[in-house]
């Protein structure tokens, strides 16, 4: 089991931080790299072509035009989650339109803006029709997210 995690900034990766260490946390191998669809399109090429044979899925964080998710998506087979960041132009919209927008037949998985942590879990949720081992894990985690909305809906009063 292993996920890749791609930045074009070493700035995006405060956004990726903690959907890493959930990755870590369910056993699954990360290879965190930071590579720029425009500025080491040789480099990204290199590192998609090392990662191809042992490799589930690959989050791409980027910002502002935010080409990375679609040009590792043209280069690989392996699915793409782009996490689209947040940048001082339009709070990210810009990024969020740049990585859902792909044109049809190469697709990437887009989720909210900033969230690292459904990038992870997306990302462990492809994963997991290959490893059944990771949606026993992700049942876990959904029940615990349940019990906490049910404790605290519990604790209101009025």
């Known amino acids: 089991m292993k996920i890749a995690v791609v930045m074009g900034s070493k700035s995006d990766l405060p956004k990726l931080e903690s959907g ?88 990437v998985a887009t989720v909210t803006i900033d969230s690292g942590m459904n990038a992870a879990l997306m990302a462990i949720q492809i994963a997991s029709v290959k490893y059944p081992v990771l949606r026993k894990k992700l049942a876990g985690y959904r029940k615990e997210m349940e019990e906490k909305v049910l404790a605290d809906d519990a604790s209101v009063e009025f």
């Open 20 to 107: 890493i260490d959930l990755i870590k946390s369910y056993g699954i191998e990360v290879v965190v790299r930071i590579l720029s669809a425009h500025r080491t399109p040789m480099e990204l090429t290199s590192f998609l072509d090392e990662i191809k044979d042992n490799t589930d899925v690959i989050i791409a964080a980027a910002g502002k035009a935010a080409h990375l998710p679609g040009v590792i998506a043209a280069q690989t087979l392996i699915p793409v989650v782009g996490l689209p960041i947040k940048s001082s132009t339009m709070d990210g919209l810009d990024s969020l339109l740049s990585i859902v927008q792909m044109p049809s037949g190469i697709p």
